[in-house]
């Protein structure tokens, strides 16, 4: 059993930065490959990014490359978002998922954090 928290969501103005945490209870964390998706209201939950369990490949959605670093951190249990040059479409709840293997279905979900940047 793997446990989710999401932190580190708040407000920003266009053009700053953020940096979302996602920990990880349990001694397994680095055999799930992790992704965020960010859900916008009145949408459907999109995919963000996702990186694999040993941190070298990572993958992310054409509207957010360039912009975020998905980024884990294996001896802290913990998968990073860097959010640069945040736009007000990037306003979004955002959740973390693991997975088996990058791919495959999604097993624990967080609870999300809110993001919200202003115009």
């Known amino acids: 059993q793997v446990q989710l928290v999401e932190s580190g969501g708040g407000l920003v103005q266009a053009g700053g930065s953020l940096r979302l945490s996602c920990a990880a209870s349990g001694r397994t964390f680095s055999n799930y490959a992790m992704d965020w998706f960010r859900q916008a209201p009145g949408k459907e939950r999109e995919f963000v990014a996702a990186i694999g369990w040993r941190g070298s490949s990572t993958y992310y959605a054409d509207s957010v490359k360039g912009r975020f670093t998905i980024s884990r951190d294996n001896a802290k249990n913990t998968v990073y978002l860097q959010m640069n040059s945040l736009k007000p479409e990037d306003t979004a709840v955002y959740y973390c998922?693991?997975?088996?293997?990058?791919?495959?279905?999604?097993?624990?979900w967080g609870q999300g954090t809110q993001v919200t940047v202003s115009s």
């Open positions: 998922a693991a997975q088996r293997q990058i791919g495959t279905a999604y097993i624990y």
